[in-house]
């Protein structure tokens, strides 16, 4: 036996992710799960960078949107075996929250990824899915009575559509009733303080943290 080592398998995967193959990314996937690396390697050191990669390439004019498409596609089919395995099933919730992409953004991968170790972190969550116009996350909230709200914008554009989130939830009333949490590359703290977020967070496992701070604060 010739056992792959560490970085050729995380390698593989990197690859197979920017080269948009997404049968080779899924195997590359369980090849390295079974090799004992951990899922979370796997998303921090070859899903991560790779769609860094598509992003550099993509404003060098060396991939277009097709190609992106496909990269999110063999993303996908790697997360989709990676993260039931970052998901946990806890006893009791440590709080619920709902959580979407915002209007007229269809980016959702670093928001699946947040989803996920909420859920690895004890959440129970409400996903909304991506392109949420500020009434569904209004009627979310109230529905589900959430304790959290996780806002996710990947556009310069579209994070603007948080800010119309947070006025929404005031002019229904709810605002006092739920904690506002707000994360996505172009998204910065000093944003997220402009708009009365309750919170940001750079990244999934800094979400987790973010949310458990908040749960532990009362309303
Ligand atoms: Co788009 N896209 N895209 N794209 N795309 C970016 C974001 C871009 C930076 C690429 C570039 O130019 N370099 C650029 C935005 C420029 C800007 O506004 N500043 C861009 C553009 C321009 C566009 C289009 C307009 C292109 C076009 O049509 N001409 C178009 C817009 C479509 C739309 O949404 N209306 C578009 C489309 C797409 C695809 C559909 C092809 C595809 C998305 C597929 C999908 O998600 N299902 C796509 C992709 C894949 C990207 C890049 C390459 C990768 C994004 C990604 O998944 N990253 C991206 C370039 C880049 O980011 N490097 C790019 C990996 C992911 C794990 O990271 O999402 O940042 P991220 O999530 C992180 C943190 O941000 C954080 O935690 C996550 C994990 O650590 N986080 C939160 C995210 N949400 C959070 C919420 C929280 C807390 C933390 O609390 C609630």
């Known amino acids: 036996m010739n056992p792959e080592s560490t970085g050729s398998l995380i390698a593989s995967l990197r690859q197979a992710v920017i080269d948009g193959q997404a049968a080779a990314a899924a195997a590359a996937t369980t090849r390295?799960?079974?090799?004992?690396?951990?899922?979370?390697?796997?998303?921090?050191?070859?899903?991560?960078?790779?769609?860094?990669?598509?992003?550099?390439?993509?404003?060098?004019?060396?991939?277009?949107?097709?190609?992106?498409?496909?990269?999110?596609?063999?993303?996908?089919?790697?997360?989709?075996?990676?993260?039931?395995?970052?998901?946990?099933?806890?006893?009791?919730?440590?709080?619920?929250?709902?959580?979407?992409?915002?209007?007229?953004?269809?980016?959702?991968?670093?928001?699946?990824?947040?989803?996920?170790?909420?859920?690895?972190?004890?959440f129970e969550v409400v996903d909304l899915g991506a392109d949420v116009p500020p009434e569904r996350f209004v009627a979310a909230v109230t529905e589900s009575?959430?304790?959290?709200?996780?806002?996710?914008?990947?556009?310069?554009?579209?994070?603007?559509?948080?800010?119309?989130?947070?006025q929404a939830l005031d002019r229904a009333g709810v605002r006092g009733a739920v904690k506002v949490i707000v994360g996505g590359a172009p998204v910065t703290q000093r944003f997220a303080d402009e708009i009365g977020a309750d919170g940001y967070a750079d990244n999934a496992a800094a979400a987790v943290v973010l949310a458990r701070r908040l749960m532990s604060r009362p309303a």
């Open 32 to 122: 390295a799960l079974a090799a004992g690396l951990p899922p979370r390697t796997l998303v921090d050191e070859a899903l991560i960078p790779a769609m860094d990669e598509a992003g550099r390439l993509f404003e060098r004019g060396e991939f277009f949107v097709p190609e992106l498409l496909v990269a999110a596609r063999a993303l996908k089919a790697s997360q989709a075996i990676i993260t039931p395995l970052l998901a946990g099933s806890p006893a009791a919730a440590a709080g619920r929250i709902a959580i979407g992409t915002v209007k007229g953004d269809m980016h959702d991968i670093g928001k699946n990824l947040v989803v996920a170790l909420l859920q690895g972190g004890g």
């Open 145 to 166: 009575k959430a304790d959290i709200l996780g806002l996710s914008a990947l556009l310069t554009t579209t994070m603007l559509q948080m800010r119309s989130t947070v």
